[in-house]
């Protein structure tokens, strides 16, 4: 079992930035597929990156890409999501999430796919 906790959330103007970490027990954490999600009020939970096991693939939704940066560094059991330019429109709860199914673009972008989340964490992006 893997227990997920994130950090670096707050309060941000537009432009600004901010690096979200997910830091995970357990010694399997290197087997997972990593994802990123967020979640705004009165909408879907929808998803924002994913990392392979070996970090060797990133995914991003169009939303983000080229503003979002996941990484993972597994001697640290930890997944980090650098934010910059930041939008009024990427407030949500971020969320990070650990599967050991997700194999293909549409394994990550899939919520069900992923076995274990975490508590998330606010990030509030005013303009």
């Known amino acids: 079992q893997v227990q997920l906790v994130e950090s670096g959330g707050g309060l941000v103007q537009a432009g600004g930035s901010l690096r979200l970490s997910c830091a995970a027990s357990g010694r399997t954490f290197r087997s997972y597929a990593m994802g990123w999600f967020r979640q705004a009020p009165g909408k879907e939970r929808e998803f924002v990156a994913g990392?392979?096991?070996?970090?060797?693939?990133?995914y991003y939704a169009d939303s983000v890409k080229g503003r979002f940066t996941i990484s993972r560094d597994n001697a640290k059991n930890t997944v980090y999501l650098r934010m910059n330019s930041l939008k009024p429109e990427d407030t949500a709860v971020y969320y990070c999430?650990?599967?050991?199914?997700?194999?293909?673009?549409?394994?990550?972008?899939?919520?069900?796919?992923?076995?274990?989340w975490g508590q998330g964490t606010q990030v509030t992006v005013s303009s």
């Open positions: 990392i392979s096991w070996s970090g060797g693939n990133t």
């Open positions: 999430a650990a599967s050991t199914w997700a194999n293909y673009y549409r394994d990550y972008v899939t919520a069900s796919k992923y076995d274990y």
